[in-house]
């Protein structure tokens, strides 16, 4: 193909005989870019087996597609949500195509658990691996469990897995119970008949960040303390907020550009990487004397404790370096945070949307906890408020985009469309992508009648670790703080529903519908998050 291009590029330089230089070269070079992209289509079309789809000029999660807001023309980050009632009616399947023709890769993208099973869920024989394109942003600071693969996860697996244990749920029971009284407390609840909260995830970030980082990591900071990455401009909270959200500038643009720059928010960005960095350094050097000054029966079993430990071995298979050390610490106390934060928050939107849901969660919570002290056995039977956290994280999945590539020719069993019995072989060949796009399985009414209601009772006799649920995905792969999570949120909700009811804060002459409208919507950082959430809490009689 690129012989016939210059070829033809040679042919049409011949025609336009005496025209200007620049013009014979525009040509010349428009001629190509027609001529690669009509191949590049051609190409792709192959890679996808000809499933209908997109026909785009660029891949919405890379550049420049990312960067242009979702239109018509290009789907944009954002297309996954904002086209969720129509991407999949569409195209007459749960299942679709993403062709572009000028920048990025050829791609699959599904609403179906039986490929989410064949991809994200395949376990050590699926041919499907972490798709390499989209690591540079997972891989900033070290190869890390979301980003691993084959061999190298098993050892992160085998390295981190011993911290996720029944006694570590136990303690985040007990850390998220002492901390929301040091919430009440230092925020100056207590004795208060109404909080107004302008916006929840001032909350909900916090207290999620405090617990993986007293459960995870053995940090001591109290509800007021705002931890400082080594004394510098922003919070541990703050530092993560802003690496998260800049982390396309970092992958892309080198340090000094962002350190040197005139634009504040590249300085920002350099700053808060910095301050991460330094304040990971600071702790693994902390954890590096506590181990070598205790015996080994007196030290912990706390992620930090157990990765420190890796990084100190010689000689073993279970040898980490130091980047990989840094790079799991990163992703624990981001995944750790971020997730649990947004979901908290959303849930506390619907509650506050839905009183008689509301009721019926605090007449549980009255029974079961009444006026004693909560306990980790009292989890299990709060199975109203966890089906509430679960039926906010259907409608917002903050693992939204579970991302594969195939790494040998394959071939999946796609289920025909919905009414049609049985399922079509489809081969996919080695380097195609494929997205499990959980926005588009969460709303799929092939296993969600009326999936735009949010309906808690979905999830009645669902336990916490049922795959039933699969917001924390499926298979070898899926979500290992999945029960810290899901504790912590119970727990966190309980306690809050106990003792105040939870109201939207509308805005003067603003309707309920109209704050839905305002606020109930999604944002896309590294994870799929929610709008501000502004919350009115009055306190129960
Ligand atoms: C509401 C909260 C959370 C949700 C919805 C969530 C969702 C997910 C999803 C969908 C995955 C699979 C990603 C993929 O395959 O590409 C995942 C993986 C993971 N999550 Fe979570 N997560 C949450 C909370 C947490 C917490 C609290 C932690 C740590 C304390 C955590 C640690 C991890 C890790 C380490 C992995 C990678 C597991 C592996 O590949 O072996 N997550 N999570």
């Known amino acids: ?38 191949s590049k289509y051609r190409n792709g079309v192959k890679a996808v087996a000809g499933i209908p789809g997109f026909r785009v000029p660029f891949f919405p999660l890379g550049m420049p597609g990312v960067m242009i807001p979702t239109s018509w023309w290009n789907p944009g980050y954002y297309f996954t949500w904002q086209w969720k009632t129509t991407n999949y009616t569409r195209f007459g399947n749960d299942t679709f195509s993403l062709v572009p023709f000028l920048v990025g890769p050829p791609t699959i993208y599904t609403a179906t658990l039986e490929v989410a099973r064949q991809s994200i869920g395949g376990g050590h024989k699926t041919s499907f691996a972490k798709a390499d394109q989209f690591q540079p942003a997972l891989l900033y600071w070290g190869m890390n469990l979301v980003a691993a693969d084959k061999e190298v996860w098993r050892k992160h ?33 207590d004795g208060k008949q109404e909080i107004v909260v302008p916006v929840a995830q001032d909350i909900t970030f916090k207290l999620a960040l405090l617990v993986i980082g007293k459960c995870g990591f053995g940090f001591r900071f109290g509800w007021l303390d705002s931890p ?41 960005s350099y700053e808060a990487y910095e301050q991460m960095a330094q ?8 954890k590096k004397e506590e181990i070598q000054s205790k015996n080994s029966t007196e030290i912990g079993k706390d992620v930090l404790t157990l990765l420190v430990q890796a990084n100190e071995q010689e000689n073993s298979k ?47 919570v009255k029974s079961v906890i009444g006026n004693k002290e909560p306990n980790f056995e009292d989890c299990n039977k709060l199975d109203k408020v966890l089906a ?12 939204h985009l579970l991302m594969r590539e195939a790494w040998e020719d394959t071939v999946i069993q796609v289920p025909n469309p919905i009414g049609q019995e049985g399922t079509t072989s489809v081969p996919v060949p080695r380097g195609t992508q494929l997205i499990v796009d959980m926005v588009g399985v969460h709303y799929n009414p092939r296993y969600f009648p009326d999936p735009y209601e949010f309906k808690p009772s979905r999830w009645q ?81």
């Open 1 to 38: 193909m690129a012989s016939s291009q210059s070829f033809l590029s040679a042919k049409l330089l011949d025609n336009l005989g005496g025209q200007p230089k620049w013009l014979k070269i525009s040509v010349a070079l428009v001629a190509v870019i027609v001529l690669r992209s009509i």
């Open 157 to 189: 697996r085998r390295i981190v897995g011993p911290a996720f244990n029944n006694s570590v749920y136990e303690m985040v029971w007990k850390e998220t119970l002492q901390l929301y009284r040091d919430m009440t407390a230092a925020e100056q609840w």
């Open 228 to 268: 400082q990455s080594g004394g510098r401009k922003f919070s541990l909270q703050e530092a993560l907020r802003i690496v998260a959200d800049t982390n396309l500038q970092a992958t892309l643009l080198p340090k000094w550009i962002r350190r040197y720059s005139p634009i504040k928010s590249f300085r920002d």
């Open 279 to 286: 304040f990971m350094d600071q702790h693994v050097a902390q």
């Open 318 to 364: 279970l040898k980490m370096s130091k980047e990989e050390l840094l790079g799991n610490v990163f992703i624990l106390l981001f995944a750790g945070h971020e997730t649990t934060g947004h979901t908290l928050a959303v849930t506390l939107a619907f509650l506050s949307l839905y009183p008689d849901i509301q009721e019926d969660a605090y007449q549980q």
């Open 388 to 399: 509430i956290f679960f039926e906010s994280l259907r409608l917002f999945p903050s693992g």
């Open 461 to 541: 006799d669902v336990g916490i670790d049922s795959e039933t649920f699969t917001a924390f995905s499926i298979g070898p792969r899926a979500c290992m703080g999945r029960k810290f999570a899901t504790v912590e949120s119970v727990c966190f909700l309980s306690c809050l529903l106990r003792d105040f009811e939870v109201h939207p804060l509308l805005n003067a002459g603003e309707t309920k519908e109209q704050w839905r409208e305002r606020v109930v919507d999604a944002i896309f950082v590294l994870t799929l998050g929610v709008k501000d959430v502004p919350l009115r809490f009055v306190r129960r009689l």
